[in-house]
């Protein structure tokens, strides 16, 4: 394929609520423009966009994918997203990627909680957006009431551009409401000359009067030629609502039933339309000393690309880039600017779903695929070494689920770290770290799903199997009484001896107090070189623990008295008369568990309030506040025992609709519930005897 001018491309992400027929639109527009040989479908897994076998089995898209093809001489790089809520990552990737958005959304007559979330995204991303309301053929299907219910979400900024003729079974055209001609589908995709339904006068007329009054709105001169009463032309409408569109005001709305591609070439003629080119977008980046600059999508300018996604596969790493500046050629040796190296890719291609078609040369405002780059990673940038800049990273959303993970098979510990490392860099959502109190592995994603796809593709990719479990929970022993115990360690075999014999007072300290030792002997009644090995016993006992395994804070410990023999007196015969003084003192100074709490904010609808209120009621947490946000949502703040946060997110997710957002920071510790304490410590127990047995 020849290199497109800039003007000549467009390349959008399509977005929107799972199972809303995202990737059966992509699959319609492909096929319609002649760019597969045969219609793609999910549920026959014949589509070239959901080609992982995760996304297979599960029938719903996992990862963005890249296609292209050509309609009315202009180049159309399509970005499918996922929808799912645990895969929102990949819909930053895309829009990242992308110049517009296309909102996918069933004619249901409502917006689904995934269209919020997308809508949320592209306005963050500041991208125009064009929206297709898909599934008329649906039963129950209602495009104006859907239409009616965008407006409503969405700050009434979308706007129908056509009205279907019919719905359900009997959705077979539409009307353009630019110059007001109905166009009957064929099979093809495409789109003939028809009679205007003589039923459909009066509703066109007010959907008309609606986009017209939506597009002299875009434009001041416009406007007051339409207020004085001009009747405005197609050509000026459309006009005014591309320019309308590139500036956010308005987001037409168009229709489509893609299983059969029926508005297929409807969503490729307003692609082309309604959504701006590269040419006529800046980015804005940051260049040598902090000086901030505009890049404009010139061919012949110095090179600057941006990795917007990545995948890594047996064969290596598979960089998506989107050329902003320059030409990327074969021989590109492009310079990684936060790296600070030089990329050298095996391979320069076009991405068409699974397969790359090798090319020569990609240029500005194309999508290019880069095989094996050596250090570049998502939201890198790819410039000329002779005119570094440095774009803005990828604004990703932060990761709200973690679990513990371990391998199924004794010795896979280290495979796992290596396929989780790999994984890692794939997916900028997903993270793994080792917990430094408990020493586990915690792996942090969006949702539950998204480390379970994480497990899957483990195994399929790096043959590792491992499972998921709840995290252990960081508890902390103190005391809140005081105690003293004399302990003697004395033990004889033939030949010398251990001996070592220790008085010790323990007392509480306040809480955050941490831990206090004092050596208050007088005289020699433990020789000077043994006392520290009397500590060294005390703090391995607060680092086990004296009655849950969990280690021991906020205590002062003071060391009394003593005595030695002069010829078994030794060093560890102390330490170990030390470490069990000290668990008897704590036992007997009231000890109690403490167990950390979090401070948990929860952004929801206001008609949700109640319900997030009883959800924090039910796991022990205590409401801090309400806080209205005037956007017709409320902030709800609380504790809550860490304890009870490992299935928040999904209960959260299922109570609000998927509605609900929340952050969560670690705030103090407090002492658990006495029954509750008690279920820890015999836990503990009967683990501590099975490991003896």
């Known amino acids: 394929m020849p290199t497109p001018a800039p003007d000549r491309i467009r390349t959008v992400a399509v977005v929107g609520h799972s199972h809303d027929g995202k990737t059966t639109l992509c699959e319609a527009l492909l096929h319609t423009a002649g760019a597969t040989q045969r219609l793609g479908s999910t549920d026959q897994g014949t589509s070239i966009l ?29 970005i499918d997203a996922p929808g ?79 009205v279907p003729i019919g719905s359900a079974d009997a959705f077979r055209g539409y009307v353009d409401l ?75 709305v168009i229709c489509a039933a893609a299983a ?14 309604y959504l701006p080119s590269p040419a006529e977008r800046t980015w804005g980046a940051e260049a040598a000393g902090g000086r901030s600059v505009e890049v404009s999508c010139d061919p012949a300018g110095p090179l600057v690309a941006r990795v917007f996604r990545t995948t890594v596969d047996s ?115 997903f993270s793994v770290d080792r917990d430094p109190v408990t020493h586990e592995v915690i792996a942090h994603g969006l949702g539950d799903v998204h480390l379970d796809v994480i497990l899957e593709k483990m195994k399929r990719k790096y043959g590792v199997e491992a499972q998921l479990q709840a995290p252990r929970i960081p508890y ?9 115990v004399q302990h003697r360690y004395k033990k004889q075999s033939g030949g010398a001896g251990l001996y070592g014999d220790c008085t010790l007072e323990v007392a509480p300290l306040p809480r955050g107090g941490g831990y206090e030792w004092e050596d208050k002997i007088f005289g020699g009644a433990i020789p000077q070189q043994f006392r ?22 906020d205590v002062r410990v003071r060391l009394v008295d003593g005595s030695t023999h002069p010829v078994d007196g030794k060093d560890i015969a102390f330490q170990l008369a030390g470490a069990m003084a000290m668990r008897e003192a704590v036992q007997k100074a009231s000890p109690v568990l403490l167990e950390p709490i979090a401070t948990v904010r929860v952004v929801v609808p206001e008609r949700f309030t109640g319900d997030v209120i009883g959800l924090f009621n039910s796991r022990r947490g205590r409401v801090a506040g309400m806080n ?44 658990v519930p006495a029954h509750i304490a008690q279920q820890i410590i015999e836990a503990h127990q009967k683990e501590h005897a099975a490991a003896s047995a």
């Open 315 to 429: 064969f290596g790493k598979v960089s998506y880039v989107r050329v902003l500046r320059g030409t990327l050629r074969g021989d590109t040796h492009p310079f990684n600017v936060g790296r600070g190296s030089e990329e050298r890719p095996a391979q320069l291609g076009r991405p068409m779903g699974r397969q790359v078609t090798t090319a020569g040369e990609v240029g500005a405002g194309e999508v290019a695929v880069l095989t094996k780059l050596q250090s570049a990673q998502t939201g890198d940038t790819l410039c000329d070494r002779s005119a570094p800049v440095s774009l803005p990273p990828i604004a990703f959303p932060a990761a709200g689920y973690a679990a513990a993970i371990t391998a199924r098979t004794k010795g896979d510990d280290d495979k796992i770290m290596q396929a989780l490392s790999r994984l890692s860099e794939e997916d900028p959502t």
């Open 50 to 78: 959901d080609f992982e076998p995760e996304e297979q089995r599960r029938s719903i898209s996992i990862g963005a994918a890249v296609a292209h093809c050509e309609w009315r001489g202009t180049v159309v790089n399509l």
């Open 628 to 671: 209205p946000l005037g956007d017709g949502r409320s902030e709800v703040s609380a504790q809550v025992p860490q304890a009870e946060m490992y299935t928040f997110p999904i209960d959260l997710r299922a109570l609000t609709q998927g509605r609900g957002r929340y952050t969560t920071e670690v705030s103090h510790y407090e002492e």
């Open 178 to 252: 630019a110059d007001g001609s109905a166009r009957a589908f064929d099979r093809a995709g495409g789109a003939g000359p028809a009679e205007l339904p003589e039923a459909m006068a009066d509703e066109v007329e007010r959907a008309r009067t609606a986009l017209t009054d939506a597009a002299a709105e875009t434009d001041d001169t416009l406007l007051e030629r339409y207020l004085e009463g001009a009747e405005l032309s197609a050509d000026e409408i459309r006009d005014a609502l591309h320019r309308g569109t590139r500036g956010g005001a308005v987001a037409p």
């Open 476 to 484: 902390r022993e103190t005391i809140t009484g005081t105690a003293r």
């Open 84 to 162: 799912f809520q645990d895969f929102a990552g990949e819909v930053a990737s895309a829009l990242a990627g992308a110049d517009a958005a296309i909102l996918v959304v069933g004619a249901t007559g409502a917006v689904p909680v995934g269209a919020e979330l997308a809508w949320e995204m592209i306005t963050a991303a500041g991208l125009p957006c064009l929206v297709v309301v898909n599934r008329l053929d649906r039963e129950n299907a209602s495009f104006e009431a859907t239409v009616d219910a965008l407006r409503e979400a969405f700050s009434r900024k979308p706007v129908a551009v056509v």
């Open 260 to 273: 059969d591609q029926r508005g297929a070439a409807l969503v490729l003629d307003s692609i082309v339309r």
């Open 532 to 553: 520290p090995s009397v500590e060294k016993g005390v703090k391995q006992t607060m680092e086990q623990g004296a009655i849950s395994g969990h280690p021991v804070v």
